[in-house]
């Protein structure tokens, strides 16, 4: 039985990478430790590249390093509360350490991917035995918690968590700058795999010159980018930087965990053009804000483009409907989601 809590310990954060890279799951983590300045905060990395370290570490922000700062067993004092971003990473919590304090999972990919599989759609062994720990559950969408309770299900796991159906927030102020254009757009990593960036060089092939692709980021698939007919410009913070020489943005990855991007683009007036590849997506995109395309189909993306520009008037209303989307992802209104989750 787990002792009541004292909200004077330190809250922890076990994730792939501290607040001090840049990506979705950091994001969330960082604002989280911004609306708390009093509060605690230890942050437990699985990797701890100090060669990606972009932010500055705010003062109630600790990081340690799982392997050299101190043993596995005493990274956590007892009647905490610990936030994983993803089932599978309680395969390297022991199980001391998962009963003795308050486990709170943020989903942080797509449904499968969470418990660290992808082609069985079940739980791993390794972690049958951990799941009955986890206390909370934020899932991103109801879609999102029905695919994983199935999972669950289909593995006859013992779970006994409170659920919480809470979006990730837009990082990006709300205000409507995106215009009518045949430039499109796409933000992210240039990752060949997830990102699936070889989909935007072949839709550049079909539809250039009449629409633009630009894509804004970095990445292993950049030289790839650069020999194509899509305009490679570099990194950008945000997306209302450039929000005004776009009119669309596209999505087309082979899977995503939310698609932070998309609420982002809502925040500036931009319909957005998205791949059907995970749960997530079919509550994000809604009819009149965008395009929800089946997976692969390039013609239904084309389609979708001419759909959406066809003049300046569809596209205003497109855009107008985009931008009312984004109050539902308003940063602080999420962020207090996320406390109340917390101390619940």
């Known amino acids: 039985m787990k002792v009541k809590l004292n909200n004077s310990q330190p809250i922890y954060f076990f994730s792939n990478k501290s607040t001090k890279t840049i990506g979705g799951v950091q994001t969330r983590i960082r604002l989280i430790e911004e609306s708390m300045p009093e509060q605690k905060f230890i942050e437990i990395p699985l990797i701890n590249n100090k060669k990606e370290n972009q932010l500055e570490r705010l003062p109630n922000v600790k990081i340690y390093n799982r392997f050299t700062d101190r043993g596995q067993n005493q990274e956590f004092e007892p009647n905490s509360k610990i936030i994983v971003f993803g089932v599978q990473k309680l395969f390297f919590l022991p199980k001391d350490v998962l009963a003795n304090n308050?486990?709170?999972?943020?989903?942080?990919?797509?449904?499968?991917?969470?418990?660290?599989?992808?082609?069985?759609?079940?739980?791993?062994?390794?972690?049958?035995?951990?799941?009955?720990?986890?206390?909370?559950?934020?899932?991103?969408?109801?879609?999102?918690?029905?695919?994983?309770?199935?999972?669950?299900?289909?593995?006859?796991?013992?779970?006994?968590?409170?659920?919480?159906?809470?979006?990730?927030?837009?990082?990006?102020?709300?205000?409507?700058?995106?215009?009518?254009?045949?430039?499109?757009?796409?933000?992210?990593r240039f990752d060949r795999i997830q990102k699936n960036i070889k989909e935007y060089v072949r839709l550049a092939e079909r539809i250039s010159p009449e629409y633009m692709i630009n894509a804004y980021g970095s990445g292993n698939a950049q030289p790839l980018l650069e020999r194509s007919k899509v305009n490679e410009k570099g990194i950008i913070e945000d997306i209302s930087q450039v929000a005004h020489e776009n009119s669309i943005l596209l999505l087309l990855s082979n899977y995503e965990g939310f698609g932070n991007v998309i609420v982002e683009a809502f925040s500036v007036g931009m319909p957005v053009i998205v791949y059907d590849s995970y749960p997530a997506a079919r509550s994000i995109v809604t009819n009149g804000a965008g395009k929800l395309v089946p997976y692969g189909d390039l013609d239904g993306v084309e389609k979708a483009i001419k759909d959406i520009l066809k003049d300046k008037e569809t596209y205003q209303s497109y855009s107008d409907q985009a931008f009312e989307e984004s109050k539902k992802y308003e940063k602080n209104n999420i962020i207090n989601r996320y406390i109340e989750a917390i101390w619940d």
């Open 102 to 188: 308050e486990i709170i999972i943020f989903q942080a990919n797509r449904a499968d991917v969470t418990f660290g599989t992808i082609a069985s759609k079940r739980v791993p062994f390794v972690l049958m035995e951990k799941v009955k720990y986890i206390d909370k559950f934020l899932f991103y969408t109801e879609e999102d918690k029905k695919e994983i309770i199935q999972i669950l299900d289909n593995s006859n796991a013992e779970y006994h968590f409170k659920s919480y159906i809470v979006p990730n927030p837009s990082k990006t102020p709300r205000k409507k700058t995106a215009q009518y254009s045949n430039y499109l757009m796409y933000l992210g």
